[in-house]
């Protein structure tokens, strides 16, 4: 099985741990490789496949394009699949996302579906169609805070078609 998936989606957690046994005294912030190598052997385990072969292409088709959805406000850490849910990971800007307030997230991760392309959201309705969720993680780059917005089976059909 091709692990790169998993380092992607995995790397939420090495970032935590980098974090949190850094205290806030950290003297400088991971680099986003720094947390995926911390990831691979820590955490890749955890993590299980989709039954869909087209749900593990879309995984690693992200994980492979991860560059192309970072913004300015957030750097995606990567793609994975556990527990029937497809997961979006990634680090966050708090002046653009408010982690305090998961309506508030829930609508920005809700806009950012809508305004996929086509192409893209045509894709991604492999994730409703084997009935997975398609929950986003974020974590703060100064805060740290962890906040997940789950979209169900019911969500994805209205966003995607």
């Known amino acids: ?4 998936f998993f380092m992607g989606a995995a790397s939420m957690g090495a970032m935590l741990l980098t974090m949190s046994s850094c205290g806030g005294n950290s003297k400088s912030e991971p680099s986003v490789a720094e947390e995926k190598a911390d990831m691979t052997e ?3 385990n955890t993590y299980s496949e989709p039954e869909s072969d087209e ?3 879309l995984l690693k088709d992200y994980n492979e394009h991860m560059d192309d959805y970072s913004t300015d406000g957030m750097t995606a850490l990567g793609m994975g699949f556990r527990d029937n849910k497809v997961l ?8 653009q996302f408010n ?8 609508g920005q991760v ?7 392309p086509m192409e893209q959201k045509e894709a991604w309705q492999c994730i409703p169609n084997m009935g997975y969720e398609l929950m986003y ?14 979209l169900t089976v019911d969500d994805l059909q209205t966003l995607l078609y």
Not at 1 to 4: A, D, E, T
Not at 88 to 94: H, R, Y
Not at 137 to 150: A, L, Q
């Open 1 to 4: 099985m091709n692990r790169k």
């Open 55 to 57: 749900v593990v292409d």
């Open 88 to 95: 979006l990971n990634f680090t966050v800007n708090e002046e």
């Open 110 to 116: 809700i806009e950012m579906v809508k305004a996929m």
């Open 137 to 150: 993680t974020f974590v703060g780059k100064k805060s740290s805070d962890i906040v997940s917005v789950v």
């Open 99 to 106: 982690l305090k307030d998961k309506d508030a997230l829930k």
């Open 42 to 44: 820590t955490f890749s």
